[in-house]
């Protein structure tokens, strides 16, 4: 079984830092690309940041300037590194991983990971 299996969220202060981590159990992850969402209460759950599993990235706008997102696949996992964090980012963030095997979705979602932004 592919299980995405995240962590390193948590409370943190308005500008603080944080690296969140996606662990993937029962797969290889570098046959796959890797999405982080996001979902505040109430809200949608948005698409943060993605990475291809030839490393192209991409970025939200709100993210763009203060998140990277990148992947060891020696170490089966992908991360979000959060910086400058507002009040705003507070949210529970998913790891999604997604590939295309003959024309069939094989895809993943994590059990999320909450991260508090406040003072």
């Known amino acids: 079984q592919v299980v995405p299996v995240e962590s390193g969220g948590g409370l943190v202060q308005p500008g603080g830092s944080l690296t969140l981590s996606c662990v993937l159990s029962g797969s290889s992850l570098d046959i796959y690309d890797v999405d982080w969402y996001r979902q505040a209460p109430g809200k949608p759950r948005d698409l943060v940041a993605s990475?291809?599993?030839?490393?192209?990235?991409d970025y939200a706008d709100f993210a763009r300037s203060r998140f990277r997102i990148f992947r060891d696949d020696a170490k089966n996992t992908a991360y979000l590194q959060m910086n400058n964090l507002k009040p705003e980012d507070t949210a529970v963030y998913y790891c999604?991983?997604?590939?295309?095997?003959?024309?069939?979705?094989?895809?993943?979602w994590g059990q999320g990971t909450q991260v508090t932004v406040s003072s």
């Open positions: 990475i291809m599993n030839r490393g192209t990235t």
């Open positions: 999604f991983v997604r590939r295309l095997t003959q024309g069939l979705r094989d895809e993943h």
